[in-house]
């Protein structure tokens, strides 16, 4: 019960209406007292009048006046004259006195606070204005024994009441905020845990019924991630399956380049100029496509692999990509072009640099080839005393916006129509690798820049 919501919401509900009551009942005794004693002058001045009627009373009416008024003697102040009215022996000195015509709400609280912690039976004076003006003033004087039992007796109705009220309106508060509040609660926590059972289960996923505002906008919020989820879940299975059958393709693929790279071997010994001059770039292009195999089936186990890093002069890696690029560009008026400087030497696993580089590019030339219009690519570097950069440039269309949205996610932030996204997300990783980074510069419809950021760290090159 207390550590459910409408246990607690019973409990606090009844204790903050009981507070409530009590400082309710702190001005209510106070008023009763006033009234308490006022009845008594009420009573007095009544008595009073019998003796202004007849001016010779015996003592035992007097008496019994006197004890049906509940005083011990009653003074009435008429014309500036102060007369005593009726009188009998007091048991014992008078203990304070108490002028009813002047009291504010704050005395009154004060003394009848004070008559209720005050267990002794005094007699006091009490002072107030006659009724419909039958005088200047009329002063009683009694015990203080009855005042103080009639104000327990006052309170404890009072608070047995207050209880009764509290536990009801609790009772009230417990059953609306179980209907209103807990029963949508625990309804969304049990679609939660069906859907938890199988979240690729689209049938699962919550839809939104709560008639409570806040609760409507939690199940919508939750339909939202499920949707989310489940779309993630399903992309996930495809693409394990997807890595499963590229990485056997890899596999197939790698053996029959390897075979190639032996033909290449042979092909490297002629003596003709041309086929001299082109050999080696192909023995490159076979032998960074046997490395992309390799690293195909170490990604689908888990992720790239980790770089091997080397000294490696960066002229030659960019040169490699922009010769291929252009064979790839053929007649398309399209101009590549770097500004590296010659001597400049990075820290890196070289294959992976290319491959980064290679993607940029490509990306670069197919996006300008798409728009059909002619362009530029350059690549230039520069570096400082914590970091290499490569800056990849462009004078293409610039990147959509769906690709701005998801550059790195693959299979959603692909560039061009019919593209993975596949290219931006491996080249992210493989500098994540390095330690670097991986940023969009700019891109508009001026072209597209991006940067490649390798650290230097505390390594020294010589």
């Known amino acids: 019960m207390l550590n459910s919501l409408s246990g607690r919401f019973l409990i606090l509900t009844t204790v903050f209406v009981m507070l409530a009551e009590i400082l309710i009942f702190v001005p209510s005794i106070a008023r009763y007292r006033e009234n308490y004693l006022l009845d008594h002058l009420e009573r007095a001045q009544i008595a009073s009048l019998a003796l202004l009627a007849d001016d010779m009373l015996d003592s035992e009416l007097e008496q019994e006046l006197l004890e049906n008024a509940g005083v011990f003697n009653v003074v009435l102040r008429r014309d500036e004259v102060r007369q005593l009215m009726l009188a009998t022996p007091m048991p014992q000195p008078i203990a304070e006195t ?81 209907s209103l509040l807990v029963k949508p609660i625990k309804g969304v926590v049990d679609h939660m845990q069906r859907y938890a059972e199988a979240p690729e289960d689209a049938r699962r996923i919550i839809e939104p019924g709560a008639g409570v505002t806040e609760l409507r906008e939690a199940e919508e919020a939750l339909k939202s991630m499920q949707t989310e989820l489940t779309s993630a879940l399903r992309q996930k299975e495809r693409l394990a399956q997807l890595g499963s059958a590229v990485s056997k393709i890899s596999h197939d693929l790698r053996n029959i380049l390897t075979s190639a790279q032996l033909f290449t071997d042979r092909i490297e010994s002629s003596e003709d100029p041309l086929v001299a001059r082109m050999a080696p770039k192909l023995v490159n292009s076979i032998t960074r496509a046997v490395h992309l195999c390799e690293s195909t089936l170490a990604f689908g186990k888990a992720e790239e692999p980790s770089p091997t890093l080397t000294v490696a002069m960066l002229s030659p890696i960019v040169e490699d990509v922009i010769d291929s690029e252009r064979l790839a560009a053929g007649d398309y008026d399209l101009s590549l072009s770097d500004d590296i400087p010659v001597s400049m030497q990075i820290r890196a696993d070289a294959e992976q640099v290319f491959r980064v580089i290679a993607n940029l590019v490509r990306n670069a030339r197919q996006a300008i080839i798409a728009s059909g219009k002619p362009g530029e690519i350059n690549v ?37 129509k019919g593209g993975s996204g596949l290219g931006l997300a491996i080249s992210a990783e493989l500098v994540r690798g390095h330690g670097g980074s991986l940023e969009l510069s700019n891109t508009g419809t001026d072209g597209t820049a991006f940067r490649i950021r390798l650290p230097k760290g505390d390594v020294t090159l010589v």
């Open 98 to 178: 108490f002028d009813l015509r002047d009291g504010t709400a704050l005395v009154l609280i004060r003394d009848a606070m004070m008559r209720l912690t005050k267990s002794e039976n005094e007699v006091i004076r009490v002072i107030g204005a006659p009724l419909r003006e039958a005088g200047l003033l009329i002063e009683i004087t009694m015990e203080t024994g009855p005042l103080r039992t009639a104000m327990i007796d006052y309170g404890v109705r009072i608070l047995i009441l207050s209880a009764v009220i509290s536990v009801f309106t609790a009772v009230l508060l417990f059953l609306a905020v179980r």
């Open 380 to 416: 230039s570097a520069s570096e400082d005393s914590s970091a290499w950069f490569i800056d990849i440039r462009d004078t293409g269309p610039g990147l959509p916006p769906k690709a701005q949205e998801h550059l790195f996610t693959p299979f959603q932030g692909g560039v061009t």
